[in-house]
């Protein structure tokens, strides 16, 4: 089946500081979305992507679906405390199922 | 009450006892999984419902046993569990996979 990689496995930053992380496929992907977890709870959609080359923003995160459909991006401007947690990458895999990455883990020093 | 509930929260249970995980679904979605996420592991789906019929078993044991007796509801039915299958089991709902799936909080299980 599909896989998806997710790099880096996790981040150390200063509070304040951008973020960037990102989701590579064998495979070509029509729907990109991502994903974050907080400690102890289920994962919050972010994200949808449906294009190539598309570019999305939800608040301080900006997505974008590569223009060869087998990546994606994504970015957190001036990171604060909340913004920890483990961040997913997702694809559908049929008509039915979502194939995540492995998660990139962020954690923020005051 | 919206969005995806699951109870409960958390569970210990014996590797003889028989238990249930409960998962409810205030969105009007057709579709609901199960997933389970070990640690350092990415999210493994274990069953997907459509319309209450079962779409999908991705080679799970017959120790878990799914039911759906509506679109709002999914049940997860274990017995004799084995340490290993201690983790975080999630529910999820969706009305369109390209839209997302939606989770609930998830139920940790721990087996002793």
């Known amino acids: 089946g599909q896989q998806l990689n997710q790099s880096p496995q996790s981040m150390f930053i200063q509070e304040g500081e951008d973020v960037s992380m990102n989701c590579t496929s064998s495979?070509?992907?029509?729907?990109w979305l991502w994903y974050k977890q907080d400690p102890g709870e289920g994962p919050v959609l972010l994200i949808a992507?449906?294009?190539?080359?598309e570019l999305t923003s939800n608040g301080r995160l900006t997505a974008q679906f590569g223009i060869t459909r087998k990546d994606s991006f994504l970015n957190i401007s001036a990171s604060i405390p909340s913004d920890v947690g483990i961040y997913f990458c997702?694809?559908?895999?049929?008509?039915?199922?979502?194939?995540f990455g492995q998660g990139t883990r962020l954690t923020i020093n005051p | 009450e919206t969005g995806v509930t699951q109870t409960p929260r958390h569970l210990v249970m014996g590797m003889t006892n028989k238990k249930s995980l409960k998962c409810e679904q205030h969105?009007?979605?057709?579709?609901m999984y199960w997933y389970k996420q070990s640690a350092k592991k990415p999210l493994e789906l274990m069953f997907v419902?459509?319309?209450?019929?079962?779409?999908e078993n991705n080679s799970v044991p017959s120790r878990f046993s799914p039911e759906c007796p509506n679109s709002s509801h999914l049940f997860l039915h274990l017995h004799t569990l084995q340490p290993e299958d201690s983790a975080l089991y999630l529910c999820?709902?969706?009305?369109?996979?390209?839209?997302?799936?939606?989770f609930g909080q998830g139920t940790r299980l721990t087996v002793v």
């Open positions: 495979s070509i992907f029509n729907t």
């Open positions: 419902y459509n319309f209450k019929e079962q779409t």
């Open positions: 997702a694809g559908p895999q049929g008509a039915q199922k979502l194939v």
């Open positions: 969105l009007g979605h057709n579709a």
């Open positions: 992507l449906y294009k190539a080359g």
């Open positions: 999820a709902s969706s009305q369109g996979i390209r839209l997302g799936a939606f």
